[in-house]
């Protein structure tokens, strides 16, 4: 509370002042928002295009509307915050059971196939149930650390594929698409966590069923903004809700068959009376605390959120250090020194490279993959700004445009790791708000930890084994919203060989 009133008190927003509000007649209210309507929000996503670029779009209405404005989208409207005060103001009202849109689109297809609901889409009590059972052994530090060793031998996998890729195709040193290829480690790091088990993405020849996977979910996020546009009672008749639904069963079969081996193998070690320990998913098992078709909605959620994240963020950090040479050789200066010649890092190590750290920080800064998050009031109507918002209002944090606010962070379009480095002058004058990456309270990222371990050993070790220089042809990459926040072309760099002894 001491917290929103200095916040309010920055701002210089009054609280439920009638006379003040400057509304004749009482409190301003969302009515009294500006903002553009339906109509020209569908001339802004399809005639000017910012359909792919959305997260350019806040950047834009920010300029014309001021930080908060209202946008009409189909059935929805939506309050776009584009401040870090005000971004606070609205996380810090949140309530006990955090909502962050009703995501209609993925919850009716969960009804349609009687499937359960996950920690992304759930609701009120049963999502708190949900984040009690998931969130032990997703964030608590002493398991997370022990999933260094797991995650060490994708890292060596992916650094052989590296070698092998610039055999094959790139002249020794050339790696074309580095977004796809880190897709894969990515995809088969979050599953060696979740269910101890190798899927061979990292292997000569991807198979098919996770190239479907990769596929799947691409779609899946690619049409989401589309269904939204329309009204529910319209969406079996959308030419593309049938593709919608193809997606997500995909998605399910993939993460059904992945739980049921490991039921088979958990059964397996129980009728040999071995001990059964182990993943992620064989500790749900065995807690019994969810049924089986809860632990799949479940896992399904958890395997969507955990790939393009990680990836999308770790091949934004090797594009900037590749542009950045000076950057990248504190960096590697820091992990030679923290974790010298041929030793494996674990969290130990981690914890004494915070210019490793920086650079991650850095670089959600500069491409937040969740580019703008959103808030439903449930509980209470609430003030923001000098507004009164009643219940069910669908905010949008617009934290793309926030993250690189002139007024926020200087130099916002620079990569300057430094700027997070804990004692320096612009660190302690850092908005807390400005750049939340991961979100925000108890609704905040689940796989927080976990992410930020795989890309602080992929990172440290890539570094230390390559120099990573950019793509000679001089391509420049710009991000493009998918739903996440996603590099726009191929990502292309040279990783050149620093020798053996470094891995
Ligand atoms: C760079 C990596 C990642 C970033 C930047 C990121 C970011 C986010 C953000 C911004 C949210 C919304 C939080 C909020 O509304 O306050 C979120 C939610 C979530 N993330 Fe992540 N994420 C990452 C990786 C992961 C990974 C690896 C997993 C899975 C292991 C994961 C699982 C989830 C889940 C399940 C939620 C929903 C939580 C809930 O609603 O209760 N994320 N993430």
């Known amino acids: 509370r001491a917290r929103l009133a200095r916040t309010h008190f920055r701002s210089g927003a009054v609280h439920a002042a009638p006379a003040s509000s400057g509304v004749a007649g009482g409190q301003k209210t969302i009515d009294d928002l500006g903002g553009p309507s339906f109509l020209t929000t569908l001339n802004w996503l399809f005639v000017k295009g910012f359909l792919p670029k959305m997260q350019q779009m806040q950047v834009e209405q920010r300029k014309i509307y001021g930080p908060l404005w209202k946008s009409k989208y189909g059935p929805l409207t939506v309050v776009n915050v584009a401040s870090a005060d005000l971004i606070e103001q609205v996380l810090r009202q949140e309530g006990r059971h955090p909502v962050r849109t009703d995501m209609p689109h993925w919850r009716r297809y969960r009804e349609l196939r009687n499937q359960a609901h996950g920690p992304l889409t759930e609701m009120g009590a049963k999502w708190l149930r949900i984040r009690s059972i998931l969130n032990p052994r997703m964030l608590k530090p002493k398991h997370v650390s022990s999933y260094a060793s797991t995650i060490n031998q994708v890292v060596t996998d992916f650094i ?3 070698l092998w890729l610039g055999a094959q195709a790139g002249g020794g040193v050339m790696v074309h698409d580095v977004a796809g290829e880190l897709y894969k480690f990515a995809f088969e790091g979050i599953c060696s966590v979740l269910f101890e088990n190798r899927m061979g993405c990292l292997n000569e020849e991807v198979p098919e069923e996770t190239q479907k996977f990769i596929f799947s979910v691409g779609e899946m996020f690619r049409l989401s903004p589309l269904v939204v546009l329309f009204p529910k009672y319209m969406w079996p008749y959308l030419p593309f ?31 040999l009376q071995q001990s059964v320990e182990g993943a992620y998913l064989t500790h749900l098992l065995l807690s019994e605390k969810m049924s089986v ?16 994240t990680t990836s999308n963020t770790i091949s934004w950090s090797l594009y900037q250090l590749a542009q950045n040479p000076d950057v990248q050789e504190r960096l590697y200066q820091e992990v030679s020194a923290v974790c010298p010649g041929d030793q494996l890092p674990n969290s130990d190590h981690i914890a004494q490279m915070p210019y490793l750290k920086a650079v991650i920080r850095e ?57 997070w480095l804990r004692g320096t002058e612009e660190k302690s004058k850092q908005h807390p708000f400005g750049s939340v990456p991961f979100g925000f309270g108890v609704r905040a990222c689940l796989g927080r930890r976990v992410a930020e371990l795989e890309m602080y050993l992929l990172l440290s070790r ?16 710009k991000p493009i919203t998918r739903t996440l926040l996603c590099p726009a072309k191929p990502i292309n760099l040279q990783f050149l060989d620093r020798g053996a002894g470094q891995t």
């Open 160 to 162: 052989q594929r590296v």
């Open 241 to 271: 809700w049938k593709q919608f639904v193809q997606a997500w069963d995909y998605l399910f079969k993939v993460a059904e068959e992945l739980v049921h081996k490991k039921m088979e193998e958990i059964q397996n070690k129980v009728d």
């Open 293 to 308: 078709t809860e632990i799949l909605g479940s896992i399904t959620e958890l395997l969507l959120a955990g790939v393009d």
């Open 363 to 419: 670089t959600l800064r500069l491409y937040p993959v969740v580019p703008g998050n959103a808030r439903v009031t449930v509980d209470n109507e609430i003030m923001v700004g000098d507004y009164l918002f009643p219940k069910q209002t669908l905010f949008h944090l617009c934290h793309y445009c926030v993250s690189h606010d002139e007024s926020v962070f200087l130099n916002s379009h620079a990569f300057q790791p430094e700027r």
């Open 462 to 477: 890539l570094i230390r084994r390559f120099e990573v220089r950019p793509d000679p042809a001089g391509t420049e990459v």
